[in-house]
């Protein structure tokens, strides 16, 4: 690695040193299910000097996938968007308003047409040619088809963008429908959760970044990588579910000694999402639904989240458990990562989010070698 490109970034990682910088492109490599033998790749990608234009449109949601992105210190809010990325639109940070904020959208796709990354969030509504939902005169509908018709890479964050989410949900009085659905014909890349978690976003955009190509996708879209297996299959509690030991009611004796949520409502089973091995909020454990006693609700799944009552029981998708039961230690939580990776992945979380559209002439194409049209596998 490039001496100069690593002193470049060096002020934002807090002191980090080129050593432990380079265990965290492995790290990352690894997660991406790539051989450790990429990780200068991903260095050098990373250490790129390019402020990559990003137009960051808002749809039918709650701007908790926005609020996701806002909480790293690694870097602060003002360093992602002024020094790492340019952030040309996102109507939560706009400081402008009204025809400023209008004409700032205009101007960035005009001048950077075919090299901004378009980041979708939230649901289109469809009904009524789109009146129900409305920024500046124009329906969200009319918006997305004219920033997607000019983006290098379009990717849409969270449930709501990915299939439709909590809007999209019986009886869909707005005729709401995720991104993919709206955009047919177009690459979109789904990163659904609700919110979803930051890091399956981060590590898609370095894998584009890196090898300029998207990584391979399941059949909804979803990288393979961070959704390619179940919940249950990694779950913590997985060891109780196969010794049959279950949670029956909240605050029971099962369910104060870590035993498996199945019986309560977890849709571990028939979600697939990587949440507990990454965890949330780089703080560890008890961060995500089944790490604080309640069970996984399947956001990241179209037609299980806000779709599936939330306590009914899952349908077992993997019902095989291991050849060997795993040891049972009823006080085992999730750790996550530590907090030197956390704040490796803030700091170079601003770079990886604009990445894309370096690589705009290469948008459409994906790793096909691990990519097929099963879900999951």
Same mark, same amino acid.
């Given at each position: 690695?490039?001496?100069?490109?690593?002193?470049?970034?060096?002020?934002?990682?807090?002191?980090?040193?080129?050593?432990?910088?380079?265990?965290?492109?492995?790290?990352?490599?690894?997660?991406?299910?790539?051989?450790?033998?990429?990780?200068?790749?991903?260095?050098?990608?990373?250490?790129?000097?390019?402020?990559?234009?990003?137009?960051?449109?808002?749809?039918?949601?709650?701007?908790?996938?926005?609020?996701?992105?806002?909480?790293?210190?690694?870097?602060?809010?003002?360093?992602?968007?002024?020094?790492?990325?340019?952030?040309?639109?996102?109507?939560?940070?706009?400081?402008?308003?009204?025809?400023?904020?209008?004409?700032?959208?205009?101007?960035?796709?005009?001048?950077?047409?075919?090299?901004?990354?378009?980041?979708?969030?939230?649901?289109?509504?469809?009904?009524?040619?789109?009146?129900?939902?409305?920024?500046?005169?124009?329906?969200?509908?009319?918006?997305?088809?004219?920033?997607?018709?000019?983006?290098?890479?379009?990717?849409?964050?969270?449930?709501?963008?990915?299939?439709?989410?909590?809007?999209?949900?019986?009886?869909?009085?707005?005729?709401?429908?995720?991104?993919?659905?709206? /955009?047919?014909? *177009?690459?979109?890349? +789904?990163?659904?959760? @609700? &919110?979803?978690?930051?890091? !399956?976003?981060?590590?898609?955009?370095?894998?584009?970044?890196?090898?300029?190509?998207?990584?391979?996708?399941?059949?909804?879209?979803?990288?393979?990588?961070?959704?390619?297996?179940?919940?249950?299959?990694?779950?913590?509690?997985?060891?109780?579910?196969?010794?049959?030991?279950?949670?029956?009611?909240?605050?029971?004796?099962?369910?104060?000694?870590?035993?498996?949520?199945?019986? /309560?409502?977890? *849709?571990?089973?028939? +979600?697939?999402?990587? @949440? &507990?091995?990454?965890?949330? !909020?780089?703080?560890?454990?008890?961060?995500?639904?089944?790490?604080?006693?309640?069970?996984?609700?399947?956001?990241?799944?179209?037609?299980?989240?806000?779709?599936?009552?939330?306590?009914?029981?899952?349908?077992?998708?993997?019902?095989?458990?291991?050849?060997?039961?795993?040891?049972?230690?009823?006080?085992?939580?999730?750790?996550?990562?530590?907090?030197?990776?956390?704040?490796?992945?803030?700091?170079?979380?601003?770079?990886?989010?604009?990445?894309?559209?370096?690589?705009?002439?290469?948008?459409?194409?994906?790793?096909?070698?691990?990519?097929?049209?099963?879900?999951?596998?």
């Amino acid at each position: 690695m490039k001496t100069k490109n690593f002193d470049r970034i060096k002020a934002r990682l807090n002191g980090v040193s080129r050593r432990d910088f380079m265990k965290y492109c492995t790290v990352m490599a690894s997660s991406m299910g790539l051989s450790s033998g990429v990780a200068p790749q991903i260095a050098e990608a990373l250490t790129q000097k390019k402020r990559p234009p990003v137009i960051w449109l808002h749809g039918q949601e709650c701007t908790g996938c926005t609020e996701t992105l806002l909480r790293p210190s690694h870097p602060t809010l003002e360093n992602l968007i002024l020094d790492i990325i340019s952030l040309d639109y996102h109507e939560t940070l706009l400081v402008g308003a009204g025809h400023q904020a209008e004409e700032a959208l205009q101007s960035s796709m005009k001048a950077n047409a075919g090299k901004f990354v378009l980041v979708i969030e939230g649901a289109i509504p469809l009904k009524d040619d789109g009146i129900y939902c409305m920024i500046g005169g124009k329906t969200f509908m009319s918006m997305v088809e004219e920033a997607a018709d000019k983006a290098a890479a379009i990717i849409a964050i969270g449930s709501c963008a990915a299939w439709g989410g909590i809007p999209s949900a019986s009886p869909n009085p707005t005729g709401a429908v995720g991104a993919p659905q709206f /955009l047919k014909g *177009k690459t979109v890349v +789904t990163i659904p959760g @609700c &919110p979803p978690n930051p890091y !399956n976003f981060l590590s898609t955009v370095v894998h584009f970044l890196t090898f300029g190509k998207l990584p391979a996708l399941d059949a909804k879209g979803r990288p393979k990588f961070a959704y390619g297996r179940l919940i249950h299959e990694n779950c913590e509690r997985r060891p109780h579910f196969d010794a049959g030991r279950f949670a029956l009611q909240f605050g029971d004796e099962g369910h104060r000694q870590g035993y498996c949520l199945y019986k /309560l409502g977890c *849709k571990g089973p028939e +979600t697939h999402a990587n @949440c &507990p091995d990454i965890l949330f !909020n780089d703080v560890g454990g008890n961060t995500w639904p089944v790490g604080t006693g309640h069970p996984c609700f399947g956001c990241t799944e179209e037609g299980i989240g806000f779709n599936k009552p939330l306590h009914a029981l899952a349908e077992i998708k993997n019902p095989t458990p291991s050849a060997a039961l795993s040891p049972i230690d009823t006080g085992k939580k999730g750790k996550g990562m530590s907090g030197g990776s956390a704040a490796l992945v803030g700091g170079l979380a601003g770079a990886a989010v604009g990445a894309g559209a370096v690589m705009a002439g290469k948008v459409g194409k994906t790793d096909d070698s691990c990519c097929s049209s099963s879900e999951g596998e």
